[in-house]
């Protein structure tokens, strides 16, 4: 029989990208796969405190090895802000467009606009707790460009590049991503543990 392992989460496209990863060595579950219907409340302030949550909320109440995540914009002249607040910097309704207009407000005038992009994943195998980590660094431009992705991408260009990654696209940021490297890490993590 294969292992399963529950992904603390019903985003599609999240389970998608580990899925296709891990191929059909591991079986992945979604929240919605094992009956979770609760909206697992993220109140720690760090990227490690919320995915640990939701991994925790899960082995705890279902006994069965599970992963979470959490990620965000990090920008260098705020602090590291908006950070675990990424979703709702601009308010409780989480409006992407809001969030966006609300960080290029801020950052008017602002000369430092170095910023990165960070994912961290919380692991837990039979009791014990892992974490994997993913940063891209980049900077924020003073106007949104290109159509592609969610959240801040339209105003974010990686090093490297001089396209948002709105502009890239999702092949070309599902390669570089933050989100990527640590669902890289994780998977070949778990594989090499299958071998
Ligand atoms: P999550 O923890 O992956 O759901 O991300 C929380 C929030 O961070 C999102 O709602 C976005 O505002 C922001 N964010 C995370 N990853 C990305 C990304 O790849 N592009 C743009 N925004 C992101």
Do not use: W
């Not at 992945?28 to 302030?45: F, G, Q, Y």
């Not at 000369?111 to 940063?135: C, D, H, M, P, W």
């Amino acid at each position: 029989m294969k292992n399963k392992l529950v992904f603390a989460t019903n985003n599609i496209h999240k389970i998608e990208e580990v899925s296709s990863i891990l191929n059909d060595k591991i079986e992945l579950l979604s929240l919605k796969d094992i009956h979770c219907n609760v909206d697992i409340p993220e109140t720690a302030n760090t990227f490690e405190g919320n995915a640990l949550l939701k991994a925790e909320y899960i082995y705890d109440n279902y006994q069965l090895n599970c992963f979470g995540d959490d990620s965000g914009l990090e920008i260098e002249a705020l602090n590291n802000e908006p950070g675990v607040y990424s979703a709702r910097y601009a308010g409780e309704d989480k409006n992407s467009l809001a969030n966006m207009q609300k960080v290029l407000s801020v950052m008017e005038g602002e000369k430092n606009r170095k910023a990165q992009f960070r994912t961290v994943i919380s692991l837990i195998l039979n009791g014990k707790k892992y974490f994997f980590e993913g940063t891209i660094k980049g900077e924020i431009i003073t106007k949104e460009r290109g159509e592609s992705g969610f959240g801040y991408d339209p105003i974010f260009v990686p090093e490297g590049y001089n396209k948002t990654f709105a502009e890239l696209g999702n092949e070309v940021k599902n390669k570089i991503s933050h989100r990527a490297q640590a669902v890289d890490k994780l998977c070949k993590f778990i594989l090499s543990l299958e071998k």
